[in-house]
């Protein structure tokens, strides 16, 4: 086991556990967000970089500091680690150059974008972003890229975070899309083109971060923020089965895996639970789901509004920190 | 004339031959390595050597062996890094493609000392000419059973693989060129693990710059401690350096550490003087990715000592006043030459070899290399070059490989010392784009 500090908060984990994780286990505020680190898929992490943190003092053994930011996500922690994020102004500042350079030539087409709602970049970006852009340079553009019936692409959404390739890699049997060219040229494709089809394909999905991949049956149907999510499962001969609802009414809009507040899946799920199964009659419903993450649709569907409260009530404390003045 | 330790016998003809080669006393490291002394004695007298990695970063070699993980049954393996593709630097290509046989021992001795059966020169892909090179030497030393099984009949087995890259600036990265050994996409790795632990297919691995690896030889033929002697202080030994720009010899030079830059630049030993006679405006002296120094800045430290072509003199003053040794490429700009279109041209080339993983990087070189693009044309307005610094500030140090230090150190420098040349450009574009214009005020200033 070892102890750090995180923020001023003691915490006790497994050798071997990453600072983030750590950070997770105490929770709230003090979390570094994360858009390409996702605990199902091995591998992740490291690239987006808006997880960034200060390590004060590396270990008990060794005192030292480290010399530059690290990224929280993939830095075991050591015993006797101390590590800074929102106490920190080198990496409130950091963290708010990274997500500025995120979205220079990010298309910010959120009006129009199925993601909108419970987009990490969106959330991210009300956090951390600055008001106005000092990009005045035409944003990048892509030629399109049809990936078949069930997926649709818009790579100019995408962070290149390769959650998608890393998903494709690890649970499917075949991976016949990555990442292609380098640079800021680098785009995911298939190459020549082909079509993601396999049994599990569509996790690509629920584990992208923006709105590069969406669902096609969903498409342009309705905003996440105005579906009720609900609990269900079904016998399924592929997966658990067990997934999220997105529906109004009587009417099922969107199948999706169960996220926990970290937009992390709890089970993947196949791709005829998620894109055939849309009648109510297909599912045992569990009852509704309470959404814990820090975007609207955390708004919950389900309480009464009441005199004097505002009108989101379960917005996370996150979304109202004060950021530091310049 | 200093010693020369990796360009004695370059000139020699037919060196690149095993008869030639044998002859001028090579492969004498190999006979003595693996006869006399036991693999950790090489290291110990690479370590007293003190010599220093010649890629760039300058880290210890001695120390950087030291710390290779040798756990029971883990095949371990030596990398040579000739993937040299650093603006402004060709020394790795000339020596190469002179002296392979060099090369060839300097691995053997360096694999035997690390205890490594299979080692890889991993080759930069527009040198395919010099791969054949190596190619043919490697097998006339297979041919004299000084590579294969039962090397000198010690029990010491090597095999060596020559591997080309394509030609990408991102695999001189020494986790990036493992991943392309590997057959990956170039992507830097995160680090740790770090590749002495787990390196090239998940095995502790060491990956050497080719001068460093050729430097080896001589060390074991004539101990550590003699190699120390040269040089001043922690920069022992001899560099080879890449001279290039507006002087009247440009070319590679050996030189023993420590020799005086103004030396450098105006004896007629080396480069010979500036071009035509005219002012030495600016130098870039480590390759590209590192700060330019004015003049004035390069012939003294900020203190006023004389710079000396060592590690320790040449990042006297850290990144205000100072700049770095790195791969040894002597980059020299005189006055006609304008800094914001050497700035641009830089810019490019990172935003060029990005690899596109981490966002700050992809993002940012781009960034600068179009508004170093608008500056350099007459679209600049006053605020760009606040901004300039300000995104250079945002990607250094936050991103996984030194790709993005590299790229963000040459802009920020230049503002630093040339930062009224940026502004005359945003202020008169139309005098700034006229052909051949380049701003003479800050050099004026300088020599009064």
Known sequence: MAKITFDGIEVEVEDGTTILQAARKIGGDVVPPAMCFYTPLKGSG??????????????????????????????????????????NEDVLNARKGIVEMLLINHPLDCPVCDQAGECDLQNLSYEHGVSATRYEEPRRTFDKVDLGPYIQLHMTRCILCYRCVYTADQITEKRVHGVLGRGDAAEIGTYIENVIDNDFSGNVIDVCPVGALTDKTWRFKNRVWFTKPLNAHRDCPTCSGKVTLWGRGDTVLRVTARKDEYAEVEEFICNTCRFDKKEMSDWTIEGPRHIDRGSVISANHYELPVVNVPIVPNLPKSTVKKMPTE | MGIKILTEHINVPGIETLEVYRKHGGYRSVEKAIKTMTPDEVVEEVKTSGLR???????????????????????RYLVCNADESEPGTFKDRVFMEKNPHALIEGMITSSYALGANTSYIYIRGELLFILRILEKAIAEAYAAGLLGKNILGSGY????????????????????????????????????????VKGLFASPTVVNNVETIASVPWIVNNTGAEYAKIGVGRSTGTKLISASGNINRPGVYEIELGVPVEEFIYSDEYCGGIWKGKQLKAVVPGGSS?????????????????????????????????????????????????????????ARFYHHESCGQCSPCREGTGWMERVLHRIEHGHGHQQDIDLLVSVAKQIEGNTICPLGD??????????????????????????????GAVYRGQLAAATV
């Open chain 1, 46 to 87: 490291g690239k987006c970089r808006v997880c960034l943190v200060k390590v004060t003092q590396g270990s008990a053994r060794d005192p030292r500091p480290m010399p530059k930011l690290v990224a929280s996500c993939i830095t075991p922690v050591q015993d006797g680690m101390v590590v800074e994020n929102t106490t």
């Open chain 2, 406 to 435: 590299a790229a963000a150190w040459p802009v920020a420098s230049a503002i630093r010392h040339f930062r009224e040349e940026f502004e005359w450009h945003i202020k008169h574009p139309q005098e700034a784009t006229a052909p």
């Open chain 2, 53 to 75: 990695g010649r890629g760039g970063a300058g880290f210890p070699a001695g120390m950087k062996w030291s710390f290779l993980a040798k756990p029971e049954g883990v095949p």
């Open chain 2, 157 to 196: 087995d090597l095999d060596l693989h020559v591997a080309p890259g394509g030609g990408a600036y991102i695999c001189g990265e020494e986790t990036a060129l493992l991943e392309s050994l590997e057959g990956k996409r170039g992507n830097p790795r995160n680090k740790p693990p770090f590749p002495a």
């Open chain 2, 290 to 346: 590192v700060p330019i120094l004015p003049a004035d800045l390069i012939m003294k430290t900020a203190a006023g000592e004389q710079r000396l072509m060592t590690y320790e003199s040449l990042s006297d003053g850290g990144f205000v006043s100072g700049s770095m040794l790195g791969s040894g490429a002597f980059i020299v700009f005189d006055e006609d030459q304008c800094i914001v279109r050497n700035t641009w041209n830089y």
